[in-house]
């Protein structure tokens, strides 16, 4: 969360306002404070350290699309988990391995451009 709330602080200074959720658990997720987001900034970066794939994100994703937040979304959900890899050991390489600030930042800014 920090690393996003980093980025975030980055994004502000730019003129993009964010919002960070922590979910803190996912089980119970915490639904409501996510689609309640979604509208009021009409957009979703899921962030996670997690391979990508079959990652939280992905469960964010579709609990999104099949809630009444969906309607809201301005731009396609962006997710952005780690490499499909296992996470090592070694802090230098799992840095690698997992989405940093300037990657929460490139995401961001892509998502408020439309680019994908």
């Not at 089980?27 to 391979?51: F, G, H, W």
């Not at 809630?67 to 301005?74: G, R």
């Amino acid at each position: 969360v920090q690393k996003a709330l980093d980025a975030a602080a980055v994004l502000e200074s730019e003129g993009i306002d964010v919002e960070v959720v922590d979910l803190r658990t996912i089980r119970p997720m915490d639904k409501q404070t996510v689609i309640d987001s979604v509208k009021k900034t009409s957009r979703l970066l899921c962030v996670y350290e997690a391979v990508k794939t079959l990652g939280i994100g992905a469960e964010v994703s579709a609990m999104i699309a099949e809630s009444e937040a969906f309607d809201y979304l301005d731009a396609p959900i962006v997710r952005l988990g780690g490499a499909e890899t296992p996470i090592p050991y070694n802090p230098e390489l799992e840095k690698a391995t997992v989405p940093q600030i300037p990657d929460i930042i490139t995401a961001a800014r892509d998502l408020v451009k439309g680019v994908r």
